[in-house]
T-cell receptor
Framework: DAGVTQSPTHLIKTRGQHVTLRCSPI?????VSWYQQVLGQGPQFIFQ???????GRGNFPDRFSARQFPNYSSELNVNALLLGDSALYLC?????????????FGPGTRLTVT | SQKIEQNSEALNIQEGKTATLTCNYT??????LQWYRQDPGRGPVFLLL?????KEKRKERLKVTFDTTLKQSLFHITASQPADSATYLC????????FGKGTRLHILP
């Protein structure tokens, strides 16, 4: 079975632009979470979606938004990019909404904002 | 505010010895605590989960303890190998999952 997949692998954008990152969960997983990881830090929670509904949101500005599709894949959108948005964006899928379920992470999308 | 601290940014251990990593937390009462391994440029990989009513959990050469009184978890790798070199992250559940900054473990041959 394929693991969690994310696209693109790398992305370079300029300040003020918009970006869309994509994630496909493991087959059968209905929960997708998004994390931002800057160098030297642990992943920071952005959103969790379960059954197409938002179940959790971290401390990120409204420039960050996400959605989940009927096939449980997900998109993370970031508007008006800032230099500080440069990071590794990780998607994780799990079988449920609680962390009692193992999370399976994708390889991430490396976003560079110049 | 809720806080997680992994006490060492980096830890060097001789091959064959036991590596012990620490995760402390404050202003939190997690029901679960998880440990992940992360290699450079890759996503974290789940290793172990321990519940608040469990004192210890083992998986092969890995052992995790969870002391809710001390608000601390210890992660042990016995008979460490150079392939165990990686960053290890602890994560707690609250209304959302919070990760520590991680500890970079280097196993020296």
């Amino acid at each position: 079975d394929a693991g969690v997949t994310q696209s693109p692998t790398h992305l370079i954008k300029t300040r003020g632009q918009h970006v869309t990152l994509r994630c496909s969960p493991i087959s059968g997983h209905k929960s997708v979470s998004w994390y931002q990881q800057v160098l030297g830090q642990g992943p920071q929670f952005i959103f969790q979606y379960y059954e197409k509904e938002e179940r959790g949101r971290g401390n990120f500005p409204d420039r960050f938004s996400a959605r989940q599709f009927p096939n449980y894949s997900s998109e993370l959108n970031v508007n008006a990019l800032l230099l500080g948005d440069s990071a590794l964006y990780l998607c994780a899928s799990s079988g449920g909404t609680k962390s009692s379920y193992e999370q399976y992470f994708g390889p991430g999308t490396r976003l560079t904002v110049t | 505010s809720q806080k997680i601290e992994q006490n060492s940014e980096a830890l060097n251990i001789q091959e064959g010895k036991t590596a012990t990593l620490t995760c402390n937390y404050t202003n939190y009462s997690p029901a679960y605590l998880q440990w992940y391994r992360q290699d450079p440029g890759r996503g974290p990989v789940f290793l172990l989960l321990i519940r608040e009513n469990e004192k210890e959990k083992r998986k092969e050469r890995l052992k995790v303890t969870f002391d809710t009184t001390l608000k601390q978890s210890l992660f042990h790798i016995t008979a460490s190998q150079p392939a165990d070199s990686a960053t290890y992250l602890c994560a707690l559940e609250g209304d959302k999952i919070i990760f520590g900054k991680g500890t970079r473990l280097h196993i020296l041959p």
